[in-house]
């Protein structure tokens, strides 16, 4: 990746002069850098005492500016997920790539008037900065609850028995319906267990329809069983399923 430098140099009688002896030196000579002009217009300076005292803020902004600047590049990465490779391509400058904005850097009068002092520059620049920040938080929770959402729905459509949708495992046929008494439940059971559910399930509790437990389907983990019973000993069976860790779904 280039790497960039933003240098003053000493000054010659002109700005010109000084840029030609320094493409002499770096470029034409010894191809050490390719050199650009970082344009700066003539800014509101002020006095010594204002100078002094805004150069500690403005170290203080300088931090803060590369802090959020970090963080909006590295959650875009997050956001890219596999294609974080395609980073550098996507973090812009005002719709420009990075090398082309900073080698054609232009200032913004609109945004920070250069009558204005250099504090109140200052000041501009750092709400600025603050409030992309906000924004970045802002945005960063919904796409965070948004990806988590996500997640549990494809769990719910892929993940195991334990936290999938059941709705479309099972069908109509697999019920007992509009009985007065009767009920039908479902069940997951580990797969180590399937033994012990097929020997026990009856006894779990009295008035269990015999033999009406079906494997409606499995993973590699949990199988899905119905089972038919009274509905005045649900509570019950559903109590005494959970000591054998089956799970009640």
């Not at 850098?33 to 300088?62: A, C, M, R, W």
């Not at 009295?206 to 437990?213: A, E, G, K, Q, T």
């Not at 959970?242 to 799970?247: H, S």
Request: hydrophobic share 35%; glycine share 4%; charged share 25%.
């Amino acid at each position: 990746m280039t790497e960039y430098w933003l240098i003053s140099a000493p000054g010659d009688k002109t700005c010109q002069q000084t840029w030609e002896t320094m493409n002499n030196v770096t470029n034409k000579q010894n191809s050490l850098s390719e050199n650009y002009k970082f344009h700066i217009p003539d800014l509101k300076v002020g006095t010594l005492d204002q100078l002094v005292g805004l150069s500690d803020d403005l170290g203080k902004l300088d931090g803060f500016v590369e802090s959020v600047t970090r963080k909006v590049a590295a959650y875009l990465g997050e956001v890219l997920e596999d294609q974080r490779d395609k980073l550098h391509e996507n973090l812009l400058a005002n719709n420009s790539d990075l090398p082309s904005y900073i080698t054609r850097f232009q200032w913004d009068l609109a945004k920070y008037p250069i009558k204005q002092s250099l504090r109140n520059i200052a000041d501009i620049i750092s709400k600025q900065v603050g409030q992309i920040d906000a924004d970045l938080k802002t945005k960063s929770s919904a796409y965070n609850n948004l990806k988590g959402n996500l997640q549990n729905l494809e769990k719910k459509q892929t993940g195991s028995l334990l936290t999938r949708n059941l709705a479309e495992l099972v069908k109509k046929e697999h019920f007992i319906l509009d009985s007065e008494y009767l009920t039908t439940l479902l069940v997951i059971v580990p797969k180590l267990s399937f033994n012990d559910w097929n020997n026990n399930y009856e006894k779990l509790t009295d008035m269990i329809v015999p033999r009406s437990s079906v494997l409606v389907t499995q993973d590699s983990d949990f199988g899905l069983y119905t089972v038919t019973l009274f509905k005045k000993v649900v509570e019950e069976f559903k109590l005494h399923s959970r000591e054998k860790r089956f799970v009640d779904a």
